[in-house]
C-alpha cells in the first residue's frame, strides 16, 4: 500500500470503483476518471474533507467539489470568510486560489450513486492519514457528512465512540487538532432543508476563528 497521499492514476484497491472508472472512460474519454487530487496549499492551516467525487462534477473537471451541486455553495463560502479568492466557475481553470485551506475527500474516486462502501472508505484511509500528516501546520479539519468524520477519526487512530457526529460540533483530537462537524453540503441537504446557507456559513464563522 502506498503511503502517498494522492493514489495513483489506475490505483486497483476498490474493485467496485475501478469498473466503474472504465465504464466511464470509455463513455466519457475526455474526463479526468480518476483519483480526483486534493485541492490547495499543503501549508494549510484547514483541512476540509468532503465525501467523494461526484460523476459530472469532481470526476469530470479533476477538482474537489467542482461542477457538483455541493461546491455552489461550499466555494461561495469560502470565498466570503476568506478562505479562497478570485471567481467560482465551477471548472478546475477558473484560477480561484484557497487561502489557508485544502480541499479532500474520504474517498478520492467516484462511487457509484454517489455512494461509498465501508470497504472502499477504509481502502482510501490511507491517503487521509497521509494528506493529514503531510500538513505541518494544520488546525482545524472540517468533516463534511458523517462519512468524512468516520474517515477522520479512523485516519487518526481516534476512537469513535468519543466523538459522535452533530452539525456544529467541535471536536479535540490528538495532537491538538480540532475537526468540526457540518451536515454536507450536498443537493439533498440543501434542498431538502437539513442544511441551509446559514447553518453552512455559521459552521465557518466559527472555523476562521479557529485559525
Ligand atoms: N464533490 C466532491 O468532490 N466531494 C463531495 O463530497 C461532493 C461533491
Avoid at 106 to 132: D, W
Avoid at 189 to 195: F, Q, Y
Wanted: aromatic letters at 6%; charged letters at 20%; proline letters at 6%.
Amino acid at each position: 500500500m502506498s503511503l502517498n497521499q494522492q493514489p495513483e492514476n489506475n490505483c486497483s484497491l476498490c474493485p467496485r470503483l475501478v469498473e466503474y472508472r472504465q465504464e466511464n472512460r470509455t463513455r466519457f474519454p475526455n474526463w479526468h476518471n480518476g483519483p480526483v487530487p486534493s485541492f490547495g496549499k499543503s501549508d494549510s492551516a484547514l483541512l476540509i474533507v468532503g465525501l467523494a467525487p461526484g460523476l459530472k462534477g469532481a470526476n469530470r473537471t479533476g477538482r474537489p467539489f467542482t461542477g457538483d451541486v455541493a461546491g455552489d455553495l461550499l466555494y461561495p463560502t469560502l470565498i466570503s470568510h476568506g478562505l479562497a479568492k478570485g471567481v467560482f466557475r465551477a471548472e478546475a481553470d477558473d484560477g480561484l486560489e484557497l487561502l489557508n485551506c485544502r480541499i479532500t475527500n474520504a474517498v478520492r474516486c467516484v462511487p457509484p450513486q454517489n455512494k461509498v462502501t465501508g470497504p472502499e472508505t477504509a481502502a482510501c484511509r490511507p491517503f487521509l492519514s497521509a494528506e493529514i500528516a503531510s500538513m505541518k501546520n494544520l488546525k482545524v479539519i472540517v468533516a463534511l457528512g458523517g462519512v468524512a468524520h468516520g474517515a477522520i477519526l479512523s485516519a487518526l487512530g481516534e476512537k469513535k465512540s468519543a466523538c459522535k457526529f452533530a452539525h456544529g460540533a467541535r471536536h479535540k483530537l490528538a495532537a491538538g487538532l480540532i475537526m468540526t462537524d457540518s451536515y454536507h453540503c450536498s443537493r439533498y441537504n440543501t434542498n431538502t432543508g437539513r442544511l441551509t446557507e446559514k447553518m453552512f456559513n455559521e459552521v465557518f464563522q466559527a472555523v476562521v476563528s479557529l485559525l
